[in-house]
């Protein structure tokens, strides 16, 4: 496994490679970064992994600062499972002297997390233009967790030359989206976000079958918030083609945000 630290050792690396997997990440790797890195194997050449934490997708300096971080033990998981690069930039190797995102969002797009977090998916984009553009990927990997952030980056990147590939979202056995943020969770509250999946996904369930109408959206809303003395910011049925909001569980998907604590977890079922 070769470490990638700039741009010159990038553009050495990579000079003969074809078909490159990309998976991208923030680091604090955990199982589902995992699965994108096995799919990346199996499908491509060559995989290549990032680790960046990227500062223009925060739009708060303290969740910067907490974002879990463990160079150390990610060089370990990479190197078990024999990922062939990985590129650790600093910031002034992608952004330089420019942190400006030349992305806007459609008003049709600040919806989900976009209503909420204002300028984080300019940010994302931002820095994926960025990486893809000095890595030049065959294949993207990316989870479902962050369907919101999946269905933007195909948007703006799935290509002729570039495909974005969807991989299905990984669970804890208590059915929690695993996510590096878990790790900023006590034993009790990862024990409480795990109840909550439980819920939705019985919640989702019976949807199917008794008909979407917004007042069971709101119920739960209201019972959620009762059981679990939690803060949502969102819980909505979206189509999975292009999130607009449905009334027809078929092909869509229940998103939610909220707070647990001072952590914001984000899921869909």
Not at 63 to 72: A, E, G
Not at 209 to 217: A, Q
Not at 228 to 246: A, N
């Amino acid at each position: 496994m070769k470490i990638l630290l700039n741009n010159d050792d990038l553009n050495e690396a990579l000079q003969n490679v074809s078909n490159l997997g990309f998976v991208p990440t923030m680091g604090s790797l955990h199982k589902g970064h995992i699965s994108l890195i096995k799919r990346s194997l199996k499908e491509c050449s060559k995989t290549l992994v990032s680790i960046f934490v990227n500062p223009t997708q925060f739009n708060n300096k303290i969740d910067f600062k907490m974002y879990p971080r463990d160079n150390k033990k990610d060089l370990l998981i990479l190197k078990k499972y024999r990922a062939d690069f990985v590129f650790m930039p600093n910031i002034k190797e992608i952004y330089g002297l420019n942190k400006v995102s030349k992305f806007k969002l459609l008003k049709k797009d600040k919806i989900l997390c976009a209503k909420y977090r204002k300028g984080h998916f300019e940010g994302v984009l931002e820095v994926m233009k960025r990486l893809t553009n000095l890595i030049k990927p065959n294949k993207i990997f990316m989870g479902e967790k962050d369907f919101q952030q999946l269905y933007l980056i195909k948007k703006h990147f799935d290509k002729k030359n570039t495909k974005v590939i969807s991989c299905r979202t990984i669970r804890d056995k208590n059915k929690l989206a695993i996510s590096s943020r878990n790790k900023l969770l006590s034993k009790k509250d990862l024990s409480t976000a795990g109840k909550i999946a439980r819920n939705l996904i019985l919640f989702k369930k019976n949807l199917f079958s008794r008909g979407h109408k917004k007042d069971l959206i709101d119920k739960k809303i209201k019972e959620l918030k009762r059981l679990f003395q939690i803060k949502i910011e969102y819980l909505e049925l979206r189509k999975k083609t292009d999130l607009k909001l449905s009334t027809n569980t078929k092909d869509s998907k229940l998103f939610i945000a909220y707070h647990l604590k001072k952590v914001r977890l984000i899921d869909n079922f």
